[in-house]
């Protein structure tokens, strides 16, 4: 993780000037809906919302904006001082930590009525640690909401996930790979369909949506030939 904090501290200015991400809606992704078009979220007002890999927190402000009390974690220094200045610029309060999208041992079990990432799993080797944690602190029937570049991308070259690796690799080939994403050189993990799915409901999730949206703007050649982004909502059952 270590490796991947340092890429992105050091790509963080070129990545934020480069993306422009809005500020009044959550985006899950390079191209895709926003959930202004996919409504997956709910109404947010007077809910604790937790966003795992803020970045520089243009979700969590967007939380914010609509209500929420918005918490942001990332694993980038850089990435939260830029969030530090944005909200400060957009005049909202937004509660900002430094760490491992796993450590969340400040918060109480039970306490949170969302939890969101868009495109940050991909950064996270042991994802099913990720989930045990998540389930702690969320409320029982409280929905984790994530999205990830989809596992079959990475089988065409220009998939249009805006993550490119190191070309076409066997779907079964879980060795970590460098991405580039937004300008930022990284090491990232592959994570299969089936290694999403099982980790969630060992973890005592029922996933109750999948989404594998078209992406606004199509690739290079006009025509998606995958699904650029995998989308799951899965809600928490049981302690």
């Known amino acids: 993780m270590s490796e991947i904090a340092a890429a ?4 963080a200015a070129s990545y934020q000037a480069a993306a422009a991400l809005p500020t009044d809606v959550a985006h899950y992704g390079p191209g895709l809906p926003t959930e202004a078009d996919l409504r997956l979220l709910g109404d947010l007002k007077g809910k604790r919302v937790l966003e795992l890999g803020c970045g520089g927190a243009q979700t969590s402000i967007a939380f914010a904006k609509h209500g929420a009390t918005a918490i942001g974690v990332d694993f980038s220094a850089a990435q939260l001082e830029y969030a530090r200045a944005l909200c400060e610029a957009e005049e909202v309060r937004v509660e900002l930590r430094h760490g491992d999208m ?31 944690q998540v389930h702690r602190v969320l409320k029982v029937g409280s929905p984790l909401v994530f999205s990830l570049p989809h ?15 190191p070309g076409p690799r066997s779907y079964f080939d879980t060795r ?19 290694d999403l799915y099982m980790g969630l409901h060992r ?37």
């Open 102 to 132: 796993a450590d969340l041992a400040f918060l109480r079990a039970d306490t949170i009525d969302l939890v969101f990432s868009a495109f940050a799993f991909g950064y996270v080797e042991d994802l099913n640690r990720v989930f045990r």
């Open 8 to 11: 992105w501290d050091r790509g």
């Open 151 to 165: 596992p079959a991308a990475r089988l065409v070259a220009g998939a249009g996930s805006g993550v490119v690796g």
């Open 203 to 239: 973890s005592s999730y029922r996933v109750d949506l999948v989404l594998e949206p078209e992406p606004v703007v199509a690739g290079a050649g006009g025509v998606a030939l995958v699904p650029p982004a995998l989308i799951i909502r899965a809600r928490k059952e049981g302690n």
């Open 176 to 194: 970590p790979y460098e991405s580039t994403f937004g300008g930022v050189r990284s090491p990232a993990y592959h994570h299969t369909f089936a």
